[in-house]
Nanobody, 128 residues
Framework: QVQLVESGGGSVQSGGSLRLSCVAS????????LGWLRQAPGKEREGVAG???????QVTDSVKGRFTISKDDTKNSLYLQMNNLNPRDTAMYYC??????????????????????WGQGLQVTVSS
């Protein structure tokens, strides 16, 4: 079982940037499809960005051009660079590994139930 520990959340003003990091232990990162998901108050958790084992990436439409997902397998680390943040980005952000079946069969971003190992979550708050 892989353990995921996130860092880098916080509070910023609109237009600001944050970089989220997620470090894995217990298993090599390179065998997993990975994702960042978020949950805003009163809303369902949604996939924000995903990266497959070949490095192919995808971000959801609402963050295109602003968020970038990347990973460093040598450091067992996953990143989410978030630029030009706005209040609608306020949420708890989670990194997660995706079940192999879905990893092989779908686009880089998966649905909530496709992810099996989760980090503890990071609060990101964007003020106007």
């Amino acid at each position: 079982q892989v353990q995921l520990v996130e860092s880098g959340g916080g509070s910023v003003q609109s237009g600001g940037s944050l970089r989220l990091s997620c470090v894995a232990s217990g298993h090599a990162f390179g065998v997993y499809c990975l994702g960042w998901l978020r949950q805003a108050p009163g809303k369902e958790r949604e996939g924000v960005a995903g990266i497959d084992i070949n490095g192919m990436t995808q971000v959801t439409d609402s963050v295109k051009g602003r968020f970038t997902i990347s990973k460093d397998d040598t450091k067992n680390s996953l990143y989410l660079q978030m630029n030009n943040l706005n209040p609608r980005d306020t949420a708890m952000y989670y990194c997660a590994t995706r079940a192999p079946f879905y990893c092989r069969s779908g686009a880089p971003i998966g649905r909530d139930f496709e992810y099996t190992n989760w980090g503890q979550g990071l609060q990101v708050t964007v003020s106007s």
